[in-house]
């Protein structure tokens, strides 16, 4: 199979399969004999081509003699594969975006299809200029929605708690590729000799913004590379890792995660407790229990006790038991949009964020039932909007008196103390902090 259409099967089972990116990515690109500049030039394709889906849909609907809604998926999928090397990847020829999405759509569909296909991406190349898109004193949900391909729900979410100016300076940052950071293991290895290692390898890095352990490496592969195997590196973002930080936890302390998976936050409170201490890891689903542990095995990790369980539940063992609690709960995941951006896919109700939001709280009351007397408990998602954020907080506070905020700020790193609200929690936003969007508020109960 060449490039475009490894592309094309992970895009057919992602949009007309529903699968999940992560998976699907995995299935088709954890194969040795793709060279890594091939891997990049599927990946781009993939994601740009979910990451911008809603404005390319918009342009095949005006350069199609035939309704949008009537295409076939699989054509459709390689008409919104093609316009976007032709709008976004300047280094494919036009002909070649062209001839290569006829090609495809000959395999895949049919000559007569692949005339139409044809048809559409030239008409686009004629009429770009033509095509009219919504103009912001018309309908400026509308017109954030398609100028930078964002759901109309997502639009609406973030114009609900910021102005105008803030809402398109978030859009725009979720659009931007991110950089990856990773985590240094310094259960298995120093600063100083890890950095020996990158230098004798020769490659380029800079370290985090915020964490003494984060770093930016110029590595292709990360998880086929040796450091990686090795249990040298974690793969996790800069905000995930102030999460752990701030939750603060001793080597001593009996710690809780009550949505672990798939283990980020986990084994970066082990390391900060020197895999002392105990940690007991809950989630729902046995195979990411799975690989909770599997990480922990590679990361030298072993105080770490995971296994399934139902977090909107109180789990009677550990009732007063935990000097911390981390509660990263299930949630929209705006925050995380530049890194997985098939959650635009995503149609969400009302109704939809009236059951999240009961989920989101009833794993905090519960979870807050583990918690010693003057013990801490943690509340963080990826996601923007006080709908899951502050709200489920003030709603917690509110009937359960016997806890406080604790304020943040002796825990950040100076850069990001000053972004630390009246009411002493943080949202990390993208376009500012250069971070995943991750909301954190630290809670104690009093003694």
Known sequence: MNQREIAFKILYDVLAKKGYLNIVLNK??????????????????????????????????????????????????ILEMGLFQLMYMDKVPDYAAINESVNLTKEHV??????????????????????????????????????????????????????????????????????ISLRLN?????????????????????????NNDAYYIDLRNITNDEMYKEGLIQVQDEGAMIIS????????????DVCSAPGGKTTHLSQLMNNKGKIVAFDIYEHKIDLIKRNCRRLGID?????????????????????????DVPCSGIGIIRKKPDIKLKNYTKKDFEELNNIQYRILSSSSKYV????????????????????????????????????????????????????????????????????????????
């Open 110 to 179: 049919g000559k007569y299809a692949s005339k139409f296909v044809n048809a559409v991406l030239r008409s686009y190349l004629r009429n770009s200029m033509k095509i009219k898109f919504p103009q912001p004193d018309e309908n400026l949900i509308e017109y954030f929605s398609i100028k930078y391909s964002f759901p109309e729900w997502i639009v609406k979410r973030l114009l609900n708690n910021y102005d105008r100016d803030a809402t398109e300076s978030i859009l725009e940052s979720l659009n931007d590729k991110p950089e």
């Open 372 to 447: 010693k007397r003057g013990g801490y408990i943690l509340y963080s998602t990826c996601t923007i909007g006080r709908e899951e954020n502050m709200n489920i907080v003030d709603k917690f506070l509110n009937e359960n008196k016997e806890f406080k905020i604790s304020d943040i700020r002796s825990f950040l790193p100076e850069k990001l103390t000053s972004y630390v609200d009246d009411r002493g929690c943080i949202q990390l936003l993208p376009n500012i902090n250069n971070t995943d969007g991750f909301f954190i508020c630290k809670m104690q109960r009093n003694n």
């Open 28 to 77: 088709y690109l954890n194969n040795n004999e793709i060279a890594d500049v091939d891997r990049s030039f599927i990946k781009e394709i993939v994601f740009g081509t979910i990451e911008r889906k809603y404005t390319l849909d918009r342009i095949i609907d005006y350069c199609s003699t035939k309704d949008i809604e009537k295409i076939d998926n699989k054509v459709l999928i």
């Open 245 to 256: 930080k701030v939750l603060s936890p001793k080597p001593d302390d009996m710690v809780m």
């Open 186 to 210: 310094t259960l298995k290895i120093g600063k100083e000799e890890f950095e020996k290692k990158l230098n004798e390898r020769g490659l380029k890095y800079r370290k985090g913004l915020y």
């Open 303 to 327: 105080n770490v006790d995971a296994f399934v369980f139902d977090s909107t539940k109180v789990n009677s063992e550990y009732i007063d038991k935990a000097d911390k609690v981390l509660v």
